[in-house]
């Protein structure tokens, strides 16, 4: 099993639409997580932490579930600008300070 | 404040050349992290250091080297290129609160073997 899994998409959406994706993780002792946005051949943007008690920025929505462990991020009316590949990282810290990226999701807002 | 930086932006190498790939952090950054992405595939941890030491490497060959010099910035050293070194090689810093603090990037050098 990968330390860290997304679903690859894509997500196909038209705008205005709310749209979640899930990221599982494997190792209980994580400590942080966080949502990226790559857009095409560009470097990872940090979009959003995300914390125990669930956050909110803008049309943006993160959520963890230690239980569980997955962590979770909603998008609320897309935008076309919304398109690109999301990415959750998982830190497992410790020793090793591990950061796993998923291998993303892609999400595609059509007008 | 300015963000990380890379140089260069693109380099093109012949199949058992060395390249050199150099990272300056944010200013007050110690850690820096180097990845691989291959065209389409996701990141992948190359290595990871702090203070000037190697903390952690990935599952990667011998031949990915690298280091960090006293005023935080790195290098990353890849030896012996083959065509599947071909790749956006990634720099990130990270703040002193290393487990709560997010990564960030450079935009990249763009690496490829021919």
């Known amino acids: 099993r990968k330390e860290v899994e997304q679903d690859p998409g894509p997500f196909n959406v038209p705008e205005g639409a709310t749209v979640a994706f899930n990221c599982t993780y494997s190792?209980?002792?994580?400590?942080?997580f966080f949502w990226y946005r790559q857009d095409c051949r560009k470097e990872p943007k940090l979009l959003m932490s995300?914390?125990?008690s669930g956050n909110e920025d803008g049309r943006f929505t993160a959520q963890l579930n230690r239980a569980s462990q997955y962590i979770s991020l909603l998008i609320r009316d897309s935008k076309l600008s919304d398109s690109a590949t999301y990415l959750c990282v998982v830190n497992v810290g410790g020793a090793t300070n591990k950061l796993i990226f998923g291998t993303g999701t892609l999400l595609a807002v059509q007008p | 404040e300015a963000g990380v930086t890379q140089s260069p932006t693109h380099l093109i190498k012949t199949r058992g050349q060395q390249a050199t790939l150099r990272c300056s952090p944010i200013s007050g950054h110690t850690s820096v992290y180097w990845y691989q992405q291959a065209l389409g595939l996701g990141l992948q941890f190359l290595l990871w250091?702090?203070?000037?030491?190697?903390?952690n490497r990935g599952n990667f060959p011998p031949r990915f080297s690298g280091r960090q010099f006293p005023n935080y910035s790195s290098e990353l050293n890849v030896n012996a290129l083959e065509l599947e070194d071909s790749a956006l090689y990634l720099c990130?810093?990270?703040?002193?609160?290393?487990?709560?603090?997010?990564?960030?990037f450079g935009n990249g050098t763009r690496l490829t073997v021919t």
């Open positions: 250091y702090d203070e000037g030491e190697e903390r």
């Open positions: 190792n209980s002792a994580s400590q942080s």
């Open positions: 995300v914390y125990s």
């Open positions: 990130a810093s990270r703040g002193q609160n290393v487990y709560n603090s997010p990564l960030h």
